[in-house]
């Protein structure tokens, strides 16, 4: 054989070798395309939306010490001011607190407003005659309110969401409002106010943010 002849068969068995190698592969390809089968799943995360994820606030029964839902005027939660009943022109404030808890996972703003409790309508000239404060966890909100002022509500600092620590933390909130009634300048004007008297709701409201 001559030396280019056997170059020739040399190259032939190679391709051979590559073509039997080649269906082998293929053969073993189709083996597991047939016989085995997999599947893998996967979530996008544990949930979108949760019934969890509920913005709720809650404000707090002292008498019950426990926190509620409280969205309709006529059940109001009643806000303890101590001796307002007796309170006369230059007689000194009186103060209530609300507690509010962010109960959800979200940030919340924070409003406060009053309103005239329209079952018991208040004398218009003793409700413009009270003066109110309002703090926030001890701060001062603002300065002195007339009813008017107040009813078209004022911000308060944002609530955090809630740290999954009951009655503590930067989720829930005091607000302490103080009343008063300030000497009218003159007998006359004290005695006008005279058996008259106001019933003032507080609503506080917010928005998850
Ligand atoms: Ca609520
Ligand atoms: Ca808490």
Known sequence: MTEALERQEQSKRRRKAVVGWGAVIGIGAL??????????????????????????????????DTWQDNTAETTAEIITLADAENMFPGSGPVSGTVEVWNDSTFVSTLNLALVDDTTTPSDVDFLAALRFTVTQDGSAVGGTYTYAELASGITLANLAQDDGTADSGPDQTALVITVELPDQGSAAANNALQGQAAQVLVKVDGESV
């Open 31 to 64: 083996l597991t395309t047939a016989a085995f089968t997999d599947v893998e799943w996967g979530s996008l995360g544990s949930g979108i939306g949760n019934a969890d994820s509920r913005y709720n606030l809650q404000i707090k029964d002292v008498a019950n």
